[in-house]
C-alpha cells in the first residue's frame, strides 16, 4: 500500500467540484483509494463519503492507495492536489 499526506490548497477545500474531479482521477486505475481526515475516512469512488470529510482549504489528507496500479493512482492524484483541482489561478 501506498500512502501520502497531501493539503488542500485550492480555495473551496473538497468541496462537491473537487471531489467529482477526485472521483474521475481515481476512476481509471486497478486501485483502491481511501482518504482519510482525523477520523473519517472514504472510498474514492465515492463522492457523497467524500463530501462527508469536511475538509476545508488547508487540511491535510492522508490518501491511501493499494492495488494494480497503485503507483500510477497515486501520481495522478498527487497532481490533482498540486494543480489545485484545476480551480486556481
Known sequence: MRSRE?????KRGLHARAATKLVNCCAPFAATVMV???ERRANATNVMALLMLAAPCGTS???DVEG???DE????????FEARFEEDE
Open 6 to 10: 497531501l493539503t488542500l490548497t485550492n
Open 61 to 63: 489528507l492522508i490518501i
Open 68 to 70: 494494480e496500479h497503485a
Open 73 to 80: 493512482a497515486m501520481i495522478a492524484i498527487t497532481a490533482l
Open 36 to 38: 482519510s481526515h482525523g
